[in-house]
């Protein structure tokens, strides 16, 4: 049957509720199990070797003495991985990433692994191996690593998308170019103009609990693994792929999450603790430490962008351009595409031109990390906008609502757009009254825009009606931050019944067909797509139920609130029937009543955010403070509102964290120093103000409620909110993020000088 | 028949060209005859290619019909976090 | 090295373990005792997802070790609830969305309880720092001291 996911108008009675989460009561008393609260019989512990150098050839790996360590089952290493990746570049670097071949390519790559009796042996088999390591000149600057004297991390690596195509290998992969229209033209045309060059240093997604998975391989080659990961599915195939297992033989359970943010979305050591499983005849438990998650998962990229933007004196922009160089750790991938693609996605421009580099460094592999690529691009654009503002005498609002993007712009990034808020989260922020609040002596305020694409996927739903009446839910996108009661709400929405007799459950990969990750704000939009088409299915079946309980034709038979109804008059006065009288008679009706669901969720919006931030600053020791911070996001159609909500303050939380203090700091030697939750700052209590929150609803016309995904759009524009706040807090244009409290008082101080 | 516009990626893939006129009515047909008509362009529609259609992103469902006269654009498809 | 015998009171229970002499107390809870709702996040005492309640006192239990459990009171958050009377920490937590995705719940129950056990109507800046060693990544904090300020009135015997 099709379903129709096109928008329809209606007044609804679960969906914008706040009922209590299902999984809640596990969670507040420890109950929950996260991915290293799982034990299997027998089971062995790993701990992986990693290098301690920067860049380094592996000329030979001796495991002799730890395999006869008593107490050690296994020890792998690249040779127990062979390559099966049959050209596919991405799946290589992933295999190569969770296991050096033949060179160590930052602080942290794995060189060999061990599986043992107790963590104790583990650790001491791991001094047993012998490296013997070459090592080479390193590179871990996004900027140094695009010079010519800087060493080559690969040389079969020639930069594409350069015509003619180069000659000599460089650490820059790939350029990508985005826009439309004349930018020589339009800067020849604009009165005023503003030019400046931007940085931002690498971040982590900084989820509290580390990786973690128990990987059991049986000799008949069935496989199972439990872990914790914003895409079973997707791990199933990929450890698949690099094992030479068969899809159908590994079941991928996925644990409750304790965050992910883009970093559970690929796979670091699975692949490993399975590779060991299998080598020991053993179940193997990986949990990856602190300071590993921080070396040798995927942090995000650090940023190098220049930005130009010109505008006549009325705000009407004429040109705007930007060259952004992002590192991708040592493999080639997107990621300054993707800032090319969103930097002025929020703007209606005739004339755009980005170019986006994608830079090689010595530093871990960098994944998605909420909003990927576009929180830096966003600062560097919103920061120049703000310039440009001041520059011509216009309210900062004013210049973004002059230009902002409308159904029928064209987007900097290619497709014409249909509805968006952008517009209306910019009036709303304007009448806030944030806007007008009194600032104090020290204190400076900052807005800023962005966005962030959502998209739909490949989704799955089980809908089964027990006996009683009530209903069991089997969905398959992973539940990282309250969506089972989201979808519970919409189940209850779609069929007519209590929130309460819903329940949702999170399936493994061998009790659902596939679904792609939670990944891309899709979580709830997606999977409420599927949620509603099983219901629909759930309804129909029912239908004829009732039609067959009441000896009518199913013809005259209709569903209305739950219920259903014997249509026109010749039928008496029958009276309705409810889900459970329906399921009641299920048994003889022709069995178990469901509802099931396999679609692709497509054509999913964009999500709008406009953020305004005061923040205050110590000029005498530079420390900042966050004053107040409001976030005003469109939604489409907010389903748990406190969940909305918490997406909106959370991206937020991260963003604030980002722009003030994060970053990943090197030594000279290439080792990243700070590997850990004291010397990386993330925001604490003590941090933050209140986080106020402003929903709007501008409904998706491609949902049937109206429902655009949120999770990420959030930590997009707090990078330049802040650097707006503090540079108006401190008289000094803020460039280079985390704005710690050195860099204000190097601003401070250079412009006392200047 | 249709225009289709390639992101700056793909069309050194394509001759060089930015737009192509293609004659399909639905994705799928689009994104098969892209690929007869240049090879080089069948890995990147396998795997990393997501369809514009009137400013509707469309990244699975091939059987998308296109209008006459619609604005077709293939682009990058987008991880998430 | 030989195992060390530890004879210790969890949750009102009397408890007696082995543990080596370098093992932490989160290791023994979640390791030897089952109890897995002290959670590990970093194993060096900066994110407070391990919180436990030492006679009386709020400490990492990653950086105790569990030799030092020796004859004292340990609480831990599967005490908290009272059979299945949740405390009204844990209530007003799931009311107020104040946990997405739960793993640093544990820790802030254990330290919320702590500081309403001395300080039954904190401020807001008080809670807050008193909370700055339980690190969130999710929620931003905003509907976590929302929650203890709530659960704190009912505390009190404050009317809603």
Same mark, same amino acid.
């Not at chain 1, 089952?73 to 190569?96: R, W």
């Not at chain 1, 309705?576 to 692709?600: C, M």
């Not at chain 1, 963003?655 to 120093?673: C, H, K, S, V």
């Given at each position: 049957?099709?379903?129709?996911?096109?928008?329809?108008?209606?007044?609804?009675?679960?969906?914008?509720?706040?009922?209590?989460?299902?999984? /809640?009561?596990?969670?507040?008393?420890?109950?929950?199990?996260?991915?290293?609260?799982?034990?299997?019989?027998?089971?062995?512990?790993?701990?992986?070797?990693?290098?301690?150098?920067?860049?380094?050839?592996?000329?030979?790996?001796?495991?002799?003495?730890?395999?006869?360590?008593?107490?050690?089952?296994?020890?792998?290493?690249?040779?127990?991985?062979?390559?099966?990746?049959?050209?596919?570049?991405?799946?290589?670097?992933?295999?190569?990433?969770?296991?050096?071949?033949?060179?160590?390519?930052?602080?942290?790559?794995?060189?060999?692994?061990?599986?043992?009796?107790?963590?104790?042996?583990?650790?001491?088999?791991?001094?047993?191996?012998?490296?013997?390591?070459?090592?080479?000149?390193?590179?871990?600057?996004?900027?140094?690593?695009?010079?010519?004297?800087?060493?080559?991390?690969?040389?079969?690596?020639?930069?594409?998308?350069?015509?003619?195509?180069?000659?000599?290998?460089?650490?820059?992969?790939?350029?990508?170019?985005?826009?439309?229209?004349?930018?020589?033209?339009?800067?020849?045309?604009?009165?005023?103009?503003?030019?400046?060059?931007?940085?931002?240093?690498?971040?982590?997604?900084?989820?509290?609990?580390?990786?973690?998975?128990?990987?059991?391989?049986?000799?008949?080659?069935?496989?199972?693994?439990?872990?914790?990961?914003?895409?079973?599915?997707?791990?199933?195939?990929?450890?698949?792929?690099?094992?030479?297992?068969?899809?159908?033989?590994?079941?991928?359970?996925?644990?409750?999450?304790?965050?992910?943010?883009?970093?559970?979305?690929?796979?670091?050591?699975?692949?490993?603790?399975?590779?060991?499983?299998?080598?020991?005849?053993?179940?193997?438990?990986?949990?990856?430490?602190?300071?590993?998650?921080?070396?040798?998962?995927?942090?995000?990229?650090?940023?190098?962008?220049?930005?130009?933007? /010109?505008?006549?004196?009325?705000?009407?922009?004429?040109?705007?351009?930007?060259?952004?160089?992002?590192?991708?750790?040592?493999?080639?991938?997107?990621?300054?595409?993707?800032?090319?693609?969103?930097? @002025?996605?929020?703007?209606?421009?005739?004339?755009?031109?980005?170019?986006?580099?994608?830079?090689?460094?010595?530093?871990?592999?960098?994944?998605?990390?909420?909003?990927?690529?576009?929180?830096?691009?966003?600062?560097?654009?919103?920061?120049?906008?703000?310039?440009?503002?001041?520059?011509?005498?216009?309210?900062?609002?004013?210049?973004?609502?002059?230009?902002?993007?409308?159904?029928?712009?064209?987007?900097?990034?290619?497709?014409?757009?249909?509805?968006?808020?952008?517009?209306?989260?910019?009036?709303?922020?304007?009448?806030?009254?944030?806007?007008?609040?009194?600032?104090?002596?020290?204190?400076?305020?900052?807005?800023?825009?962005?966005?962030? @694409?959502?998209?739909?996927?490949?989704?799955?739903?089980?809908?089964?009606?027990?006996?009683?009446?009530?209903?069991?839910?089997?969905?398959?996108?992973?539940?990282?931050?309250?969506?089972?009661?989201?979808?519970?709400?919409?189940?209850?929405?779609?069929?007519?019944?209590?929130?309460?007799?819903?329940?949702?459950?999170?399936?493994?990969?061998?009790?659902?067909?596939?679904?792609?990750?939670?990944?891309?704000?899709?979580?709830?939009?997606?999977?409420?797509?599927?949620?509603?088409?099983?219901?629909?299915?759930?309804?129909?079946?029912?239908?004829?139920?009732?039609?067959?309980?009441?000896?009518?034709?199913?013809?005259?038979?209709?569903?209305?609130?739950?219920?259903?109804?014997?249509?026109?008059?010749?039928?008496?006065?029958?009276?309705?029937?409810?889900?459970?009288?329906?399921?009641?008679?299920?048994?003889?009706?022709?069995?178990?009543?469901?509802?099931?669901?396999?679609?692709?969720?497509?054509?999913?919006?964009?999500?709008?955010?406009?953020?305004?931030?005061?923040?205050?600053?110590?000029?005498?020791?530079?420390?900042?403070?966050?004053?107040?911070?409001?976030?005003?996001?469109?939604?489409?159609?907010?389903?748990?509102?406190?969940?909305?909500? /918490?997406?909106?303050?959370?991206?937020?939380?991260?963003?604030?964290?980002?722009?003030?203090?994060?970053?990943?700091?090197?030594?000279?030697?290439?080792?990243?120093?700070?590997?850990?939750?004291?010397?990386?700052?993330?925001?604490?209590?003590?941090?933050?103000?209140?986080?106020?929150?402003?929903?709007?609803?501008?409904?998706?016309?491609?949902?049937?409620?109206?429902?655009?995904?949120?999770?990420?759009?959030?930590?997009?524009?707090?990078?330049?909110?802040?650097?707006?706040?503090?540079?108006?807090?401190?008289?000094?244009?803020?460039?280079?993020?985390?704005?710690?409290?050195?860099?204000?008082?190097?601003?401070?101080?250079?412009?006392?000088?200047? | 028949?249709?225009?289709?516009?390639?992101?700056?990626?793909?069309?050194?893939?394509?001759?060089?060209?930015?737009?192509?006129?293609?004659?399909?009515?639905?994705?799928?047909?689009?994104?098969?005859?892209?690929?007869?008509?240049?090879?080089?362009?069948?890995?990147?529609?396998?795997?990393?290619?997501?369809?514009?259609?009137?400013?509707?992103?469309?990244?699975?469902?091939?059987?998308?019909?296109?209008?006459?006269?619609?604005?077709?654009?293939?682009?990058?498809?987008?991880?998430?976090? | 090295?030989?195992?060390?015998?530890?004879?210790?009171?969890?949750?009102?229970?009397?408890?007696?373990?082995?543990?080596?002499?370098?093992?932490?107390?989160?290791?023994?809870?979640?390791?030897?005792?089952?109890?897995?709702?002290?959670?590990?996040?970093?194993?060096?005492?900066?994110?407070?997802?391990?919180?436990?309640?030492?006679?009386?006192?709020?400490?990492?239990?990653?950086?105790?070790?569990?030799?030092?459990?020796?004859?004292?009171?340990?609480?831990?958050?599967?005490?908290?609830?009272?059979?299945?009377?949740?405390?009204?920490?844990?209530?007003?937590?799931?009311?107020?969305?104040?946990?997405?995705?739960?793993?640093?719940?544990?820790?802030?129950?254990?330290?919320?309880?702590?500081?309403?056990?001395?300080?039954?109507?904190?401020?807001?800046?008080?809670?807050?720092?008193?909370?700055?060693?339980?690190?969130?990544?999710?929620?931003?904090?905003?509907?976590?001291?929302?929650?203890?300020?709530?659960?704190?009135?009912?505390?009190?015997?404050?009317?809603?």
């Amino acid at each position: 049957m099709s379903f129709d996911s096109a928008y329809q108008s209606r007044k609804f009675n679960s969906v914008g509720t706040r009922p209590l989460r299902p999984d /809640g009561v596990d969670k507040v008393t420890g109950r929950a199990r996260y991915g290293a609260d799982f034990n299997m019989p027998g089971q062995l512990v790993a701990r992986v070797l990693r290098s301690p150098h920067a860049h380094a050839r592996i000329k030979s790996i001796d495991t002799t003495r730890a395999a006869s360590l008593k107490g050690v089952k296994a020890v792998v290493t690249a040779a127990d991985l062979p390559d099966l990746t049959d050209g596919d570049a991405s799946l290589f670097a992933i295999l190569d990433n969770c296991m050096a071949r033949t060179k160590a390519m930052y602080d942290g790559h794995a060189v060999a692994a061990v599986a043992a009796i107790d963590e104790k042996t583990a650790k001491a088999a791991l001094k047993l191996i012998a490296v013997d390591y070459e090592v080479l000149p390193h590179v871990v600057d996004v900027d140094e690593a695009t010079r010519p004297e800087a060493p080559v991390l690969n040389e079969t690596v020639f930069t594409q998308g350069v015509e003619p195509a180069p000659t000599t290998p460089s650490n820059v992969a790939n350029r990508s170019e985005f826009g439309h229209g004349d930018i020589a033209a339009g800067f020849a045309q604009a009165d005023v103009i503003v030019e400046r060059s931007y940085k931002t240093e690498q971040t982590h997604q900084g989820y509290i609990e580390p990786h973690a998975c128990v990987a059991n391989c049986s000799p008949d080659g069935t496989a199972d693994l439990w872990v914790c990961t914003q895409g079973h599915f997707v791990f199933r195939q990929t450890c698949s792929d690099l094992l030479g297992l068969e899809v159908s033989k590994l079941r991928v359970t996925s644990s409750e999450i304790g965050g992910g943010f883009g970093g559970k979305t690929h796979v670091w050591a699975e692949p490993v603790a399975l590779a060991l499983s299998r080598k020991a005849g053993r179940p193997v438990k990986l949990v990856m430490s602190r300071a590993e998650v921080f070396r040798a998962s995927g942090p995000t990229s650090a940023t190098s962008i220049d930005v130009k933007i /010109g505008a006549g004196k009325d705000g009407t922009i004429t040109a705007a351009s930007a060259t952004l160089r992002y590192s991708n750790g040592p493999y080639a991938d997107m990621w300054a595409e993707l800032g090319a693609m969103t930097s @002025f996605a929020c703007y209606d421009l005739e004339n755009v031109k980005t170019v986006g580099l994608e830079v090689l460094v010595n530093r871990p592999k960098v994944a998605a990390y909420r909003a990927p690529s576009a929180p830096m691009a966003a600062f560097a654009v919103e920061s120049a906008m703000d310039e440009l503002a001041a520059k011509i005498g216009m309210d900062a609002v004013d210049l973004r609502i002059k230009n902002v993007a409308k159904e029928g712009s064209r987007s900097s990034y290619g497709p014409v757009y249909g509805p968006i808020g952008i517009g209306p989260t910019l009036e709303a922020a304007k009448a806030h009254p944030h806007m007008s609040a009194p600032l104090r002596k020290n204190q400076g305020r900052g807005m800023a825009c962005g966005f962030w @694409f959502n998209f739909g996927g490949q989704t799955c739903t089980d809908l089964n009606v027990n006996a009683d009446g009530t209903v069991s839910l089997a969905v398959g996108t992973v539940d990282v931050g309250g969506s089972r009661a989201s979808l519970s709400l919409i189940a209850a929405e779609e069929l007519g019944i209590p929130y309460e007799d819903v329940k949702a459950v999170v399936s493994d990969t061998a009790t659902l067909g596939y679904n792609d990750m939670t990944d891309g704000s899709r979580g709830t939009f997606s999977t409420s797509m599927a949620t509603i088409s099983a219901a629909r299915n759930a309804i129909e079946v029912m239908r004829k139920r009732a039609a067959l309980m009441w000896e009518i034709p199913p013809e005259d038979v209709y569903w209305e609130d739950g219920h259903a109804h014997a249509a026109g008059t010749r039928h008496g006065n029958r009276a309705p029937l409810s889900v459970k009288e329906i399921a009641a008679e299920a048994a003889n009706t022709g069995g178990p009543v469901a509802g099931h669901s396999e679609l692709v969720a497509d054509g999913a919006g964009v999500s709008f955010a406009t953020h305004i931030c005061d923040i205050e600053v110590d000029p005498e020791t530079g420390s900042s403070r966050v004053v107040r911070y409001t976030v005003i996001q469109d939604a489409g159609k907010a389903v748990h509102p406190a969940y909305v909500e /918490g997406q909106y303050q959370g991206g937020a939380a991260q963003g604030i964290g980002w722009a003030l203090n994060e970053e990943y700091i090197y030594g000279e030697d290439g080792r990243l120093q700070n590997p850990g939750f004291l010397d990386y700052r993330i925001p604490v209590c003590s941090d933050l103000p209140m986080i106020d929150t402003q929903i709007l609803e501008i409904p998706n016309p491609n949902h049937p409620y109206g429902v655009r995904g949120v999770g990420e759009t959030s930590i997009v524009p707090p990078l330049a909110a802040i650097a707006n706040a503090v540079s108006k807090a401190v008289g000094v244009r803020m460039t280079h993020i985390p704005i710690s409290p050195p860099r204000i008082l190097a601003a401070l101080s250079d412009d006392k000088g200047s | 028949m249709v225009d289709v516009t390639l992101w700056s990626g793909l069309r050194p893939l394509a001759d060089h060209q930015e737009v192509v006129h293609v004659e399909a009515r639905t994705i799928r047909e689009l994104l098969r005859k892209l690929a007869e008509r240049y090879p080089g362009l069948r890995d990147p529609i396998r795997g990393q290619v997501a369809v514009a259609v009137d400013g509707v992103i469309f990244r699975d469902d091939w059987s998308q019909e296109l209008p006459e006269d619609a604005e077709v654009m293939l682009i990058r498809r987008i991880p998430g976090g | 090295m030989s195992s060390i015998a530890v004879s210790t009171t969890i949750n009102d229970d009397d408890v007696e373990f082995l543990c080596q002499p370098d093992e932490t107390l989160l290791d023994v809870l979640r390791n030897r005792l089952g109890l897995m709702g002290s959670k590990e996040g970093c194993g060096t005492g900066d994110c407070g997802a391990c919180s436990t309640i030492m006679d009386g006192r709020v400490v990492c239990s990653c950086l105790v070790l569990g030799a030092e459990a020796q004859g004292r009171k340990i609480e831990t958050i599967e005490g908290m609830a009272q059979g299945s009377d949740l405390h009204p920490l844990q209530t007003k937590f799931i009311e107020h969305a104040a946990l997405q995705c739960g793993i640093c719940t544990p820790g802030f129950l254990i330290a919320a309880k702590a500081l309403l056990d001395r300080n039954p109507d904190p401020t807001e800046t008080e809670i807050r720092f008193w909370l700055a060693g339980n690190l969130c990544r999710c929620t931003g904090y905003d509907k976590i001291v929302r929650a203890v300020q709530d659960a704190a009135a009912e505390m009190r015997g404050e009317p809603a």
